[in-house]
């Protein structure tokens, strides 16, 4: 669709198009995308060119399960409700303010995962190095540069159960393994470094469905903050419906300075 009028600039999508009768988004109508798809499979559209073959399509949806929710202890929830608690007039401030906490400890480190796997996936190519071989080298640089492998650890799981559903997903779909023996080497070297199991965590796990998937990296926050979108919407709504307001309380010890100078015990 084109419009014009005077002062009007010539935008241009390739994502979405309309006129009066039609949306369609890459060439597919609305209306066979609302009959025959699902929401993954939309999102999936939105970010190639084309909708998604029959086994990219359940993967994907894995995805986007797969981050959905992980309770109100997150990040993100908890800001939600916090936002919610004060606010109680803007469901949608305390939804974007969820979004905004999500990051490189939270939900975005598919991003930086998704360019480890791609830069060990090159050079397992380029020089026939075995995965545990790339993945010790990978890792030694990490904790030199004090770095955290992104993908991995976990608050909560010793196993993230999200994780090996991916697996065998990738397995049963006959999928190229590369990817998945590429992180489940990065989780065994850095099990080696660090003494203990830091398991595959969601932004690992869905990093390596998107590189088995042929997304490049920044989908690895995206599909992250589409997926969440949900859960959190769904926890800044019952903290509005549910609990009464200013209802989060904590304790804190303040350790700062005394008025009288003395310092605090
Ligand atoms: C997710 C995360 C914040 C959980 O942290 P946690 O369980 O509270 O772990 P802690 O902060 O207590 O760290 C425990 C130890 O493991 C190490 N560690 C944890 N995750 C690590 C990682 N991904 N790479 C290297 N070391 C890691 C810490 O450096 C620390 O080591 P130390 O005892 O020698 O100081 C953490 O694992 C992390 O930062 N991971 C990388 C980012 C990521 O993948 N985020 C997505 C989460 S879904």
Redesign the pocket.
Known sequence: MQTSGAGSQAWRSAITGFDRQRIFTKGVPIEELMRWGNFGDVVFLLFKERPPQPWESRLFNAVMIASAD?GPTSPSTLAARVIASGNRRALEAAVAGGLLAVG???????EE?MQVLHEGLNRIAETGAAPAAVAREI?QR??AEN??????????HDV?PRAPVIWTMVRDEHLPAGPVELMLALEEQ?RI??G?L?PV????AIATALVCLGFEPEIGRIAFLIGRCAGIAAHALEELTREKPMRIKFTYTYDGPQPNGKSAQ
């Open positions: 992980h490189d400890a939270h939900g975005g480190a598919g995962a890792v990490y904790a770095r955290r492998l992104p993908g991995l650890g976990h608050r909560f993230d850095l470094e660090k203990r830091l965590n969601v932004d690992g």
